[in-house]
Every structure is written in C-alpha cells, then in structure tokens.
C-alpha cells in the first residue's frame, strides 16, 4: 500500500472534527492526540514493517555480474562503456567486499586510457581508501604516479613513487621476487614537461563561487546583502526592504540551504546528494544504499556523519520516493540535530509554520506523516540512541518558547518532541520551501545550445525565505548547484520592498489560478499589481484572445460574452467558423508534413496563417506556434530568409508575454541569432543590402543575448560561456 493511501485510510477512519482544531492550538497538542491513536500507530508500524520486508539490498551477484561485464568490455578497448559496468559494480558491492574496490580500480585503469588522468588518481585514492588489497596497492599508485606525470606534477608523482617503496619496504606485502619488476617500471617512468593539461574540475566551494560576484554580506542579516535589511510588520509579517537604490542585476542575496534533497530518485545518480554538483559518469555510490550518489568521497563522508547514517535505511526501504515533503522535514531535523552553527539551526527554527490556518484535516495528515518518520527512527536506526536530544536540539534555540511545551524524560517525552519538531518543519517547508532548478542544456538543430530549467531538488533557505510574494516579482532566483543567488531583476527604489515569486507569476498563470494556489498553499490572498490593477487581471488572456475590430486590440470571453480588454466594446461573437477552419487547415499541414510533404504542408500552413492573423490578437500564441511550424519547414528546406521571417514575428510575441529579460525571450533570441549566422555562412554575395543589414542585426542580437545570459545565468556559467562563444561564428564569416 502506498503512503498516499495509507494517509487518506486513516484520516477517513478518524474523521478528525473541526471542533477538535479549537482545542488544539501547538505541534505537540497535535502529536499528543495523534500518539493516543493506536490503530494509527499499528497501521503505519506495519506498513514500515512491509518496507523493510522488501528492502532492496547490495548483491554480491550482481556486482560479479556487472564486473565481469566491465572486463570484457576493457579489454576490447570499449572504455567509457566498461566505466558503466564497473560503477554498476561499485553500487552493487558490499560494503566490506573485494569486489567494491576492485571496481573502482579497474574504473580508474579504464579512465587511465581515456586519458582522464585527475578522475583516474581520484578512484586510485578511493579503491585504496576502500581497502584494495594490500599486495596490489602498488598497482594503483604506479598508474597514479603515471598521472602525475601526464599532468606535470612531478612533486606529486615522486611522493606516489615514495610510497611504492614503503610497500616494497614490507615483506609480508611485497615478494622480494617481484621488487626488480617494480623498479623497473618505476625507471621507465619519464619525467618530461606535460604534453596534455589538466582536465580541471570546477569547484562548488561557497569562497570560490563568491569570487565570482560581487556580495558584501549585511552583518544584521545572514546570507543577505548590505543594501538590504529585514522588517517586521504586523500586517506584512517579516518582509525584504532596500536601504538604498539598487540596480537591475545586483546580488540581494547568496545562501547555502539548511538541507536539500532530490526529487527523482530513480535519476538519483545525476546529482550529488550532498551538494546537488551533476555528476559525471564516475559517480561515487554510497556504501549501504542502491539509490544516493556523491561526487566525491568528501561529500560521501559528511553526508554520511550529518544525516545519512539515519536516512539510508529509509532509501533502502525505499520509502522516500513516497513521502514527499516529508523526506526534507526528516533531513532538516538530522542536519539541524548535528549542525554546530547555532545561527543557522535558528534561522530554520523562526520560520512560520501557518498552523492556525490549516485545516483540522490537513494538519492531521501531516502528523501523521511525522509519527511515522518518528516511528522509522525509533525502530530503523539508532538516532535515539546516540543522541542527547537536550544537548543536540534543546540547548540550541534562542527562543525557548518551542521547548517550554516539553519534557523529555522519558521514552514517550522524546517521541513526542521529535515528531513535534517534524511537524513544524512539514508545515515550515510547505510555505518557505524552494523548488532548485538547473540548467539541461539542449541542442537546437542548429548545434546550438538552449536551455531548459528543470526542477531537481527542493531546498530550504531561510535568509531569502524572508521575502513576500509578488505575481510580478523583482528579483530572479539563480541556483549553483545548492547554492542560491537571488537578483535584482529590475531596478529598486530606496525602502521598496523586494518581492520573490512563490511559483504563479502572472505572465505563465491566469489571476484566478494565481489566487487559488497561493490561498490553499500559503493561506493569504495575493494583493500584488497584477491581481489587483484591471489592466492587468486578464494579462495572460491576451494571448489566447481575438482581435477587436474595433481597436485591433485582445477580445476575450468573459462570462459567456466576448469583451474587449483594451476598448471596452462588446461585439457579437461571428468568429467561430473562421477559428474552426483555421484548425483544420493546421491539422492538414500536420498530416503532410507527416508523410513528407513539405510544399503542401507550407500551403496550408500560409492559408491558416492568413486567417489567424485576421480573426486572432497580434500576440496570440496559436499565430506563433504557425509561424514555429513554418520555420521549421524553411530551415529544412534551406529557405534561410523565410526562416528568419517567422523568427523575427515569433520573437516578439514572446517579448510581449514574457518580457525581454527572460528565459523565454532568451532562447528565442538564440533561435534567431542562429538563423542569422546560418544565412551569413551559406549567402555567398556579403556585398547585398539584406546581408548587411542581416550582419547588423547580429551584432546587435548577441550583445542583447550575452546580456541576458550574464543576467538570468550569471558570469560564471556554462551558457553564458556558449553565448560568447557565438562570436568566434562571425569573425570566421568575416
């Protein structure tokens, strides 16, 4: 039975009252009631239990399997494929097993020969660190001294060979037959300059990241920037001021999150689950279970002291792919139980929970949710055995007035405030959790790269969770790796207050939408411009309106009857045959391109174009996604011009919608600029009005498309990089 269920069973069965929220005001009055259920408390035991019954474990088996696999594909010279194998290897092997560092050793010998020399010397380090055998270390440090030297660092080389021959120096480890041979190897090691460089790793270090910015960090208020300060309201809560003018584009805040975790557990292997780095194809697994990765031994290590030795049954129950939010209420009370910086545990801590505006209901289940994580504690790991919860969650609050609710003497007092504290981080991370992003860079036909922003982990950062919400928000969230760097997205006036986007924002979600999600998740009802000012309550609607022929503006239905968002005029509805004509004309340009038919798909498309751009608005999206069409047919068949025609008219209807700072407005531009390129490479008469005109605007556009990279992306990052890149397309033309 999945959790979701096991929920809904027990709320129905309890039937918690409305009456009972008016006796129940705290955490702990809700979880003293809950633990009286013991129904419920026999029904989440048992479905933990099932958990545990089905665990997926390591398997010697497998792991012989995937090494063996790895071998033949190494000595076919298939390299990068017996990497898979062998990291499959790794994940398999139990801890303790000679085939866990066998497989990252012969992982290293396969980057060895792919010349990846610093990944190599880092699984030489691991697989002796995993207790390669003894007698064959030399082995290992003889290929890491070979590194070494392809890299240029010949200090580091002489101190691998030093330790070679500590090892010969042991006789129960070496054989005095094999010294010579050892030796020999060691003389016919060269140490020349470097004729490769080091294939460098970028650092996700929090000094380096800040070298990169410009952030000067306000004493008063952690993680933030000088030129900001916090306030308190009784109507508006805690909220974000300026001190001072800032500029569009200035870094307001730069905070590392009290705990994260991963969405996608069965992508798991992508991302470091310590600090969310992309993995490469050598991750490191952890040692017990089959679904958390590193990307490197460093994170594996203090993951593991922080909060994975508590978390990892759960993984191999595979319980958190089931519990949502509730997996990062669990790994914020394991960091917040071994962190030793008080400021931050307290940051996490003073965060609001709207608990009184829940309902009885809802409440309810997420006590539930938090018995249950108290109960795989309790049962699952020794977490209550090893820690002083006095000393490791009590002693550290500023406030005190959580604790005064508790005593923890007793078995059952320890139960109660740890599923307490759960509570309160549930119901903290429904209204201040952040959703962290990273780019997935893809390649548009043209080999250029755009982007898309994927959602990977949920965080929590509780500086930048001081901020109100706005559906026009102005600020930009930019996340490096776990880190999170928030913008100014347009310029602020002194004591203007800094809005963030809690998710619907008006250009991506209608009014109405707006309102309803965040009422039910964040209890308040927006009052922001966009959903109070008239001229802007139906700014979404605009893009799938009519045209008013009265004024060429957005005609929209509203309430059964078609309006005019720009006029005011009411005309009858005389539209519908022309749209119904217009769809099946798109319909048919589908179907032939489908069998191959580009010319009378290209006549339909330019039949349906026409009447669109008669009946419909200017921005509407359906004349665009025509025009998107169309260009994909003149580019495949090499109509560069007709191509940058529909490009031109589809950019600016993304500029209305989105702005010209965005994302959106940002890929479409990286669309255009590349037709430009294309034309300029395959027109060969460069003295044509139209193409200097085209060489023109292609300067222009990549300056605008390199400023906005900078903006949304930052310096430092791989696409603003492949913007600047463009550049070197048009010397070459030139």
């Known amino acids: 039975m999945e959790w979701q269920n096991v929920l809904e069973y027990l709320v129905c069965k309890s039937k918690p009252k409305q009456t009972l929220k008016a006796t129940i005001n705290r955490e702990d009055e809700l979880m003293s009631y809950l633990w009286t259920d013991q129904n419920m408390i026999k029904l989440v035991s048992l479905w933990l239990r099932d958990h545990y ?345 500023f406030d005190n007035t959580f604790n005064l609710n508790f005593s923890i003497l007793t078995d059952s007092d320890k139960r109660l405030y740890v599923s307490s504290l759960l509570l309160r981080y549930i119901l903290q991370l429904i209204c201040n959790g952040h959703a962290i992003t990273t780019l997935n860079l893809l390649l548009n036909k043209n080999d250029s790269s755009m982007d898309q922003q994927d959602i990977v982990a949920t965080g929590i950062y509780p500086s930048a969770s001081m901020m109100n919400h706005s559906c026009d928000p102005n600020i930009i969230n930019i996340f490096v790796k776990q880190y999170l760097i928030v913008r100014a997205a347009k310029d602020i006036a002194k004591n203007e207050e800094i809005f963030n986007c809690y998710g619907p924002h008006y250009r991506h979600m209608s009014r109405d939408q707006r309102q309803n999600i965040l009422k039910s998740q964040y209890c308040f009802t927006c009052k922001c411009k966009p959903c109070t000012q008239s001229d802007l309550k139906y700014f979404l609607e605009r893009f799938s309106s009519m045209v008013c022929l009265k004024c060429t503006g957005a005609l929209y239905t509203i309430e059964n009857s078609l309006y005019c968002l720009d006029c005011n005029d009411k005309p009858k509805n005389h539209y519908q045959s022309k749209l119904q004509q217009a769809e099946e004309l798109f319909e048919e340009a589908q179907s032939s391109i489908d069998v191959g038919d580009t010319k009378e798909a290209l006549d339909k498309l330019k039949k349906c174009l026409r009447i669109r751009k008669t009946i419909l608005y200017k921005y509407n999206k359906d004349i665009s996604l025509t025009l998107n069409v169309m260009e994909n047919i003149y580019t495949s068949r090499g109509q560069w011009m007709d191509s940058i025609e529909c490009l031109e008219e589809i950019i600016i209807a993304v500029r209305q919608q989105f702005g010209s700072s965005s994302v959106e407005f940002f890929n479409e531009l990286n669309r255009l600029t590349d037709a430009y390129i294309l034309y300029l490479q395959k027109e060969l008469d460069n003295t044509t009005d139209t193409y200097k005109n085209i060489l023109k605007k292609t300067h222009r556009y990549l300056d605008q498309l390199e400023e906005i990279a900078g903006f949304n992306y930052g310096s430092w990052s791989k696409i603003y990089e492949n913007t600047k890149k463009k550049r070197e397309k048009i010397i070459t033309i030139s």
């Open 53 to 397: 019954d089905k665990k997926e474990l390591k398997s010697i088996a497998k792991a012989e399997a995937f090494k063996s696999t790895g071998n033949k594909e190494f000595q076919t010279k298939n390299y990068t494929q017996s990497i898979h194998f062998y990291t499959k290897c790794a994940l398999y092997a139990p801890v303790g097993s000679n085939e866990l560092p066998l497989a990252i050793a012969n992982r290293s010998a396969a980057l060895f020969y792919l010349n990846r020399y610093n990944d190599c010397i880092k699984d030489v380090e691991l697989a002796i660190k995993l207790n390669y055998p003894k007698n064959l270390c030399y082995k290992l440090y003889l290929r890491a001294a070979q590194c070494y030297l392809k890299l240029g660092d010949r200090n580091m080389a002489e101190k691998t060979i030093s330790k070679i021959r500590e090892i010969m120096n042991d006789p129960d480890y070496i054989a005095p037959s094999i010294k010579d041979t050892i030796e020999k190897r060691i003389s016919e090691m060269t140490f020349t300059d470097p004729s490769l460089q080091s294939d460098t790793q970028i650092t996700d270090d929090l000094l380096k990241l800040k070298s990169n910015i410009i952030f000067n960090e306000n004493p008063n208020f952690p993680h933030a920037s000088i030129n900001i300060d916090k306030k308190n309201d009784k109507e508006l809560g805690r909220y974000v001021v300026a001190n001072r003018f800032i500029k569009k584009g200035e870094i307001l805040f730069l905070e590392e999150p009290v705990s994260f975790v991963l969405l996608d557990q069965d992508t798991s292997n992508q991302f470091c689950s310590q600090c969310n780095t992309l993995n490469t194809d050598i991750p490191v697994p952890c040692t017990e279970c089959l679904n958390t990765f590193y990307h490197d031994t460093k994170c594996s290590e203090e993951a593991w002291s922080s909060y994975h030795c508590w978390e990892c049954p759960g993984s191999q129950m595979s319980l958190w792919r089931e519990i949502g939010i509730g997996h990062l209420a669990l790994k914020v009370l394991l960091t917040c139980t071994t962190t030793i910086d008080r400021i931050k545990f307290n940051e996490m801590q003073n965060l609001v929970t709207n608990f009184d505006k829940l309902s009885i209901e809802d409440l309810t289940v997420y006590g539930i949710t938090s018995a249950m994580l108290t109960i795989y504690l309790l049962e699952y790991t020794d977490y209550f055995k090893v820690h002083n919860l006095n000393h490791c969650l009590m002693e550290k609050f």
